[in-house]
């Protein structure tokens, strides 16, 4: 545990306040803490625990982390190894409106009532990717959940952000995360929210097109809403209709259990039209000892 300490220090040192991951053990990279994640959301340090700790390495850790106690505001801990994900505090109160600032730009955070907290820091790749060719675009986001790339895209002026979601309370924060950054103007006439199941709306989503680029950010599995071994080819299938005079595709999927060749040999199936452009590199504080268990950022073009 002292290597976690010793990432906590190295990332306090830094004097950086935007969110990143201080400690990356699902990666599988340390030998012993694949259990653990540090997040810093300042001025908040997230601990996510995937098993029980040994009682006398985590009273030791939990010791030596009251070092800091001047530099933060409060240390959260979320087991998710019990049901619920219960949400406990080491010092401090869980924040109630608290914010995740990454490169200028301000999203709402959930602290203690889901699983997330409403940000994913590993999706900072695709949404450095939108910023480079999102001006004068428009946008399709789907799978949207709390908007994060369409906060990017209105950010670097982008024509017109469509985001579906079936979560209206996902749609919700995406709304305020924009207002977060000053976008009040824009979300009355360029920012759409669709609260649809998408495979029972593709007429709505095609009528608001075409569209230049195409997100496609789904959950891996989540019941009676996507599974992405028999529903991700049904979204591939429909680009050609959202964007008929071509365009730009990041294709997304976190599912340790699919890798890289399962998107590949779909686009090849559903959309050979597209051609393969390159996967985007992940971040560095997410090391993986295998790569094809990580997030899957595909780009494409048609």
């Known amino acids: 545990m002292k290597r976690i300490i010793a990432a906590i220090e190295q990332g306090l040192s830094e004097e950086n306040n935007d969110a990143r991951r201080f400690f990356h053990g699902r990666g599988q990279c340390y030998e012993g803490l694949g259990f653990i994640n540090v997040d810093w959301f300042a001025p908040v340090l997230l601990i996510t625990l995937y098993q029980e700790p040994d009682a006398v390495d985590w009273h030791a850790f939990t010791d030596n982390l009251t070092v800091f106690q001047s530099d933060m505001d409060?240390?959260?801990?979320?087991?998710?190894?019990?049901?619920?994900?219960?949400?406990?505090?080491?010092?401090?109160?869980?924040?109630?409106?608290?914010?995740?600032?990454?490169?200028?730009?301000?999203?709402?955070?959930?602290?203690?009532?889901?699983?997330?907290?409403?940000?994913?820091?590993?999706?900072?790749?695709?949404?450095?990717?939108?910023?480079?060719?999102?001006?004068?675009?428009?946008?399709?986001?789907?799978?949207?959940?709390?908007?994060?790339?369409?906060?990017?895209?209105?950010?670097?002026?982008?024509?017109?952000?469509?985001?579906?979601?079936?979560?209206?309370?996902?749609?919700?924060?995406?709304?305020?995360?924009?207002?977060?950054?000053?976008?009040?103007?824009?979300?009355?006439?360029?920012?759409?929210?669709?609260?649809?199941?998408?495979?029972?709306?593709?007429?709505?989503v095609i009528s608001k097109g075409p569209y230049d680029i195409v997100i496609i950010d789904p959950p891996s599995r989540q019941k009676g809403s996507f599974i992405a071994t028999s529903d991700y080819i049904k979204v591939v299938?429909?680009?050609?209709?959202?964007?008929?005079?071509?365009?730009?595709?990041?294709?997304?999927l976190n599912a340790p259990e699919l890798d890289e060749q399962f998107l590949l040999d779909l686009f090849t199936e559903a959309c050979p039209e597209a051609s393969f452009v390159e996967r985007l590199e992940a971040r560095k504080d997410f090391p993986e000892a295998d790569s094809r268990r990580n997030l899957k950022m595909l780009h494409y073009q048609l």
């Not at 299938?237 to 997304?252: E, Q």
């Open 74 to 204: 409060a240390v959260l801990v979320q087991r998710r190894y019990i049901r619920g994900a219960p949400l406990e505090t080491l010092w401090g109160d869980i924040p109630q409106q608290a914010q995740a600032l990454e490169q200028g730009l301000r999203y709402s955070l959930s602290f203690g009532g889901k699983q997330n907290v409403g940000f994913f820091l590993d999706m900072l790749p695709g949404r450095e990717w939108l910023k480079q060719r999102a001006t004068g675009k428009k946008v399709l986001n789907l799978f949207s959940y709390t908007c994060a790339f369409s906060v990017v895209a209105i950010a670097e002026n982008a024509h017109s952000v469509v985001n579906l979601d079936m979560s209206s309370a996902a749609l919700n924060v995406g709304r305020s995360n924009h207002r977060l950054n000053q976008h009040d103007d824009r979300l009355k006439r360029d920012i759409q929210f669709l609260s649809h199941d998408l495979f029972r709306s593709w007429k709505k």
């Open 237 to 252: 299938r429909r680009l050609l209709s959202l964007m008929p005079k071509g365009g730009d595709i990041l294709a997304c």
